[in-house]
């Protein structure tokens, strides 16, 4: 979520696919090392171009912020861009431009992740960076009060001044969870923002910066060993600290449906945001789920976009997201949210009877062969292509090395989409995409809300 587009190098497209012999599957080459410190380093190494990704995710997110600081993880990413007592501000950003590449990072429910891709020529002096930065900071007021007003932009540009707003992420969070760890604004409040102080950013550092908190990913033209030998040169001599356990933010699925109606001035038709809580990472339904969440909303040929779009001719479009993250990145309660805008002409109801009609022939009638193994082929291509760019790779490994303890999940999530059977779907379907489970925000322009007829006084 940082203020900052990803250029990506020419040439990160043709990294090599390594082919298991009789298969489609791409086997990944992943090594992984963990230091004293307890820094945890992943590489793919690929020659197929001299260019490296790397990836430095932390263990911390939104969920494990302070209460009464909202924002407070998203705000520290910011910071961490603001220089140290070794790297002035913006010498970050000058050493890796200056050596042909581009960095980023962004904060999500359960991680906080920094990205770099550049020439395989500036892996040290990145891994340098990084390390230094893991340390300490330039804590001062002056970058504090910088990046509090930066953070509150970016809320006004991407949240209260855009239509919409981030109703189908962010407040249907804040309606369907119960733990205020899983129902706050990660963005965080203008208030609770400001009245974070020096003390609060140095104590956030020390208590989850740590070298055995983080995961050092990194793929492209290395080898493990030059890769394990200069993690250890730059991160080796950083000392653990202590990280604090984390609370109890487990929940169980809904019992009770929930709907709530908001207005907004910004928008011209209205749209709707249903949610239901996904099946916990791990659990035998969570790629089950994942290939139900694709059937039903992932592209033109979905369930949904067929039924609604085009069928009834209800919505004007149909998308899918869950959370803030992906269906193999969270490690706490998260929604698959389905979100449509839908005609003046129709109404919340007659949507969502048409979404639950959808849902119930999937529970009857199960998926034909044909359909599913389009689906899945489609998931698996996506998989993959998301692999090939090195900077992704090395991100999406050091992320699943942090939420699941095993970079080698990425080399078993195809053969999980693979198994998925249709009395798999059916039984999902019936199991989470119920009425019980389900939140609801019907978001209409204001002016729609304005035209409508008072309700009648009640009789006596």
């Known amino acids: 979520m940082r203020a900052r587009h990803l250029l990506l190098l020419a040439g ?46 932390y263990h911390v997110g939104m969920r494990l912020e302070p209460r009464d ?65 893991m340390k300490t900071l330039d804590f001062n007021p002056v970058t504090l009060k910088n990046q509090q007003d930066v953070v509150k932009e970016e809320i006004r540009v991407n949240v209260k001044n855009q239509p919409y707003g981030g109703f189908m992420w962010i407040d249907i969070g804040q309606q369907a969870f119960q733990k205020w760890e899983n129902n706050h604004d990660g963005y965080g409040s203008f208030e609770d923002l400001e009245t974070a102080s020096l003390e609060d950013v140095a104590a956030f550092h020390r208590d989850y910066y740590g070298p055995n908190n983080a995961v050092l990913g990194i793929a492209g033209d290395v080898t493990p060993e030059q890769a394990f030998a200069m993690a250890e040169k730059y991160f080796g001599g950083i000392p ?54 694709a059937l039903l909303a992932n592209g033109d040929a979905s369930r949904l976009y067929q039924g609604l779009v085009k069928g009834r001719e209800l919505a004007l479009n149909v998308e899918s997201l869950y959370g803030l993250t992906s269906e193999w990145e969270y490690d706490g309660p998260t929604l698959f949210t389905v979100f449509a805008l839908y005609k003046p002409t129709t109404d919340a109801d007659a949507v969502l009877a048409a979404i639950d009609e959808e849902i119930a022939r999937i529970e009857r009638e199960g998926v034909d062969d044909a359909t599913l193994a389009r689906v899945k082929t489609a998931m698996l291509a996506d998989w993959y292509d998301g692999l090939e760019m090195f900077l992704s790779r090395a991100d999406t490994l050091a992320k699943l090395q942090t939420i699941w303890g095993d970079a080698n999940v990425a080399n078993q999530i195809p053969g999980w989409i693979e198994g998925v059977t249709s009395d798999d779907i059916r039984r999902v379907a019936a199991t989470y995409l119920t009425d019980a489970n389900r939140t609801v925000i019907d978001r209409k322009p204001a002016a729609m809300l304005q035209q409508q007829p008072a309700a009648p006084a009640a009789k006596n």
């Open 12 to 57: 990160l497209l043709l990294a090599s696919a390594a082919q298991a012999a009789g298969t489609d599957a791409w086997e990944l080459p992943i090594a992984t090392k963990t230091l004293d410190n307890g820094l945890t380093v992943v590489v793919s190494e690929d020659h197929s171009a001299p260019v490296v990704g790397v990836s430095v995710v």
């Open 69 to 133: 600081r909202t924002g407070f993880a998203h705000l520290f990413e910011h910071l961490m861009f603001e220089g140290t007592p070794n790297a002035k501000e913006g010498v970050f950003d000058r050493v890796i431009s200056g050596g042909g590449g581009r960095n980023n990072g962004s904060t999500r429910p359960d991680f906080t992740n920094y990205i770099e891709t550049a020439p395989v020529s500036a892996l040290e002096p990145i891994l340098w960076l990084e390390a230094d930065r």
């Open 240 to 293: 653990a600290r202590k990280t604090p356990a984390a609370p109890d933010y487990r929940e169980g699925l809904n019992t009770e449906e929930k709907r709530v109606q908001q207005s907004d001035a910004l928008a011209q038709v209205p749209a709707i945001a249903a949610a239901w809580k996904m099946p916990e990472r791990g659990s035998q339904d969570q790629a089950p789920m994942a290939v139900l969440g």
